[in-house]
């Protein structure tokens, strides 16, 4: 049998997991090695903002560092914090807005590695969001942050797809852009998820808004929170002996922002 439902991918946080959980180990080894390159302080708390299913903030956890996170969607945070359970860590991830909140234990390291902070429609949110992070980092914490810039020299890519499977569960997606807003800097996303099982087929069919942003608008928007600087750029390759000089064709940075 097989259905179609218009959805949310956030709130099928297994398949979501699942599909987007492939770099897990990557991503693990560049954040430790960021730790060890950039930081100005030592890292023991790590926060995580929009964190999702929390697949990172359960392998630092299950590794000894102090974990933290929000997320918007409840289905989410119930999904992580049960992770976190299973392995016996606090469960310490709340709902919560990634453009206003305050920490009980400020952090020394925070990571938000897949584009969710493109889901900050404004630049008010934007900025919202990077002064809580500052507030609530320690003093040479680093800030790990991951997103796809639109090229000033070259065709922006337009499409997307990814796999995975677990045992006899299947998840593919397949994710294009219906345009960009120009007054609003938002680009309109359609997203197919096919679920497959040995009894069904599902398909979420979602619809997504991101915040555009090419390095100069990004760069003007660091401006406006003094506390943070770039220590170094790399792509999504992952490679901490690489670093990547951003230029009017890149697309995938991740940013290593510093508190001052």
Request: hydrophobic share 35%; proline share 3%.
């Amino acid at each position: 049998m097989s259905n179609q439902v218009e959805a949310s991918i956030y709130d099928y946080p297994k398949y979501y997991d699942l599909l987007f959980g492939s770099d897990v180990a990557a991503e693990f080894r560049f954040l430790k090695a960021c730790f060890a390159k950039h930081a100005g302080c030592e890292v023991k708390r790590i926060f995580e903002p929009a964190c999702g299913t929390g697949r990172l903030l359960i392998k630092l956890g299950r590794t000894g560092y102090e974990v933290s996170g929000n997320d918007l969607n409840p289905k989410a945070v119930d999904f992580c914090n049960e992770r976190l359970r299973r392995y016996d860590l606090p469960e310490t991830v709340v709902v919560g807005d990634m453009s206003n909140f305050k920490v009980k234990k400020k952090f020394n390291a925070a990571f938000n590695m897949i584009n969710s902070f493109r889901h900050l429609a404004t630049e008010k949110q934007a900025v919202g969001h990077f002064e809580c992070m500052a507030n609530g980092m320690t003093k040479g914490g680093l800030y790990v942050l991951g997103i796809h810039l639109e090229p000033t020299a070259c065709p922006a890519m337009q499409e997307e797809s990814w796999s995975a499977r677990r045992g006899n569960l299947v998840v593919n997606s397949y994710m294009w852009s219906k345009g960009i807003d120009r007054k609003t800097r938002l680009e309109h996303l359609g997203l197919h998820v096919d679920v497959f099982t040995p009894t069904k087929r599902m398909r979420i069919v979602d619809h997504m808004e991101y915040r555009t942003y090419n390095q100069s608008q990004f760069m003007s928007l660091l401006k406006k929170v003094p506390k943070l600087e770039i220590a170094e750029t790399y792509d999504f390759s992952y490679d901490i002996r690489n670093p990547h000089v951003v230029s009017g064709t890149t697309e995938d940075v991740v940013y290593i922002l510093r508190k001052k």
